[in-house]
């Protein structure tokens, strides 16, 4: 249990286009819903949490105009990738928690999906 | 903010040794602990953790152990394997913020047959 899927888990798109990936929570609701960047060799960084019905929370230097996240429902969050450009290109993670399954404090990670813009 | 540092970001072991892995955090409010095995392109996953209310926390050849006062914990694992070789990061959180999750930089353990 507990399922986290995203989509796509690859995407190669050109400089200046937009991406979406999708976050789903398979077979439970999400309260709050995280997205995070990895690039090559480096840690998890976090940019954004997200609660169903309201704004995102973005962290730090994140820019919020060009990582658009949409919390439209209890098992769907999206992030789009505005403009893209090549210093973009890594791969984007979320997580969810459940309402009303484990501790409070657990998050479930998606698989990744990697962006490569060219 | 809360800031996670790790040590060491590589570690080379024989197989059948132990692989010490350790974590300091800033945030006295951090509460939840967890660790997680990454492999290349794969979702981390989660392996172990700690809350707060316990120093130590065992499941089979995999320890983690909390540290309050000096705001440090770690991983332990025996005995360890080939399939042991991964990147591990240790992460903080706590109640406020929604528990959003800081992660340390990272640990790369090769286990060498």
């Known amino acids: 249990g507990a399922v986290v899927s995203q989509h796509p888990s690859w995407v190669i798109c050109k400089s200046g286009t937009s991406v979406k990936i999708e976050c789903r929570s398979l077979?439970?609701?999400?309260?709050?819903m995280f997205w995070y960047r990895q690039f090559p060799k480096q840690s998890l960084m976090l940019m954004a949490t997200?609660?169903?019905?309201?704004?995102?929370?973005?962290e730090q230097g994140v820019e919020k105009d060009k990582f658009l996240i949409n919390h439209a429902s209890l098992t769907l969050s999206t992030l789009t990738v505005t403009s893209a450009h090549p210093e973009d290109s890594s791969f984007y993670i979320c997580s969810a928690r459940a309402r009303d399954r484990g501790p409070a404090d657990t998050q479930y990670f998606g698989p990744g999906t990697r962006l490569t813009v060219l | 903010g809360e800031n996670v540092e790790q040590h060491p970001s590589t570690l080379s072991v024989q197989e059948g040794d132990s692989a010490v892995i350790k974590c300091t955090y800033s945030?006295?409010?951090?509460?939840?602990f967890p660790w997680y095995k990454q492999e290349l392109g794969k979702r981390p996953q989660l392996i172990i953790d700690?809350?707060?209310?316990?120093g130590e926390k065992k499941d089979q050849r995999i320890a983690v152990t909390l540290n309050k006062t000096a705001k440090h914990f770690s991983l332990h694992i025996t005995e360890t394997q080939p399939e042991d070789s991964a990147v591990y990061f240790c992460?903080?959180?706590?109640?406020?913020?929604?528990?959003?999750?800081?992660f340390g930089a990272g640990t790369r353990l090769a286990v060498h047959p």
């Open positions: 700690i809350r707060s209310n316990v």
């Open positions: 997200s609660n169903e019905g309201s704004k995102a929370t973005y």
């Open positions: 077979d439970f609701q999400a309260t709050t």
């Open positions: 945030d006295s409010a951090s509460n939840y």
């Open positions: 992460a903080a959180s706590s109640l406020g913020g929604y528990n959003k999750l800081i």
